[in-house]
């Protein structure tokens, strides 16, 4: 764990973000508070010109427009034509038409390194009946240590599906390819009463993936882990009367502070 983050802050990766307009500030906060650079563009004239300069592409799907769903489409097709990393944040894949068929659109035409998502956004990509509860995981689909064995079998099959790494994140996070699943339990519940930390977490982990191209599933792994630690200690250093807007900013400052051996002894996870 303690190598992926130096790698980022050795090698400061400019990161292209089409993300949505909600959370795009923190986005850009956390990529610059792990070590990396980032770059926002949604323009259709300019994104392939911006992706040819950096080293990865985040598309996010939380707030789509026209011009959007196109730029997203031109710069991951450059980003392929690159060979930089891509990943898909499909925010609220199953909550509208217009979502769901822009995320499976973009996995058919589009070569992507990552999925990250939540347990209902993944089940609805894989043509499974995730129920989308807006842009949160439905209950039922939530993992749990009941289900967690049926989850790892499934997280690598649509892996294996997709052809690329998929994170589910939620209770427990699950990273996983076709062979290999690491399961974290690192974070705290309260990190949900948040807006955009599953947006701050992908352009991150885009970031690790920039900067550790030949171990992608175990940078993706390391991203996951950074986001629930700055949580657990975001939330250690929450004083009386202080609410989510300063968990939010104190989750930054926990990334931005974070050392690889404070990461080593934190980090909770396994590999099945």
Not at 168 to 187: E, F, M, Q, S
Not at 231 to 252: F, H, L, V
């Amino acid at each position: 764990m303690k190598k992926y983050l130096e790698t980022v802050r050795n090698h400061c990766p400019l990161v292209h973000n089409i993300t949505n307009y909600v959370t795009v500030n923190d986005v850009a906060n956390i990529i610059l508070a792990c070590g990396a650079s980032p770059i926002m563009a949604d323009e259709p004239e300019e994104v392939q010109e911006i992706t040819t300069i950096c080293q990865g592409l985040n598309i996010n799907i939380g707030t789509l427009h026209k011009s959007s769903i196109e730029s997203m489409f031109l710069a991951g097709k450059k980003a392929n034509e690159l060979g930089h990393p891509v990943l898909l944040d499909p925010v609220g894949a199953g909550a509208s038409t217009l979502r769901t068929q822009t995320a499976v659109k973009l996995m058919q035409e589009v070569c992507f390194s990552v999925i990250r998502g939540n347990m209902s956004e993944i089940k609805v990509l894989s043509g499974g009946m995730g129920g989308a509860r807006g842009v949160d995981a439905c209950e039922t689909d939530i993992v749990t240590e009941e289900t967690l064995e049926e989850a790892v079998a499934f997280v690598k099959a649509f892996a294996k599906s997709c052809g690329c790494i998929v994170a589910v994140t939620g209770a427990i996070d699950l990273v996983a390819d076709d062979k290999r699943c690491y399961v974290i339990r690192n974070g705290r519940k309260e990190m949900g009463q948040i807006t955009g930390t599953g947006c701050q977490l992908s352009g991150m982990l885009t970031a690790f993936l920039c900067a550790n191209p030949e171990e992608m599933l175990d940078a993706a792994a390391a991203a996951v882990c950074i986001m629930g630690t700055a949580g657990e200690i975001g939330w250690e250093n929450m004083q009386p009367g202080e609410g989510n807007s300063t968990y939010r900013n104190r989750i930054i400052d926990a990334v931005c502070n974070l050392t690889g051996e404070e990461l080593e002894r934190r980090a909770n996870y396994e590999v099945r």
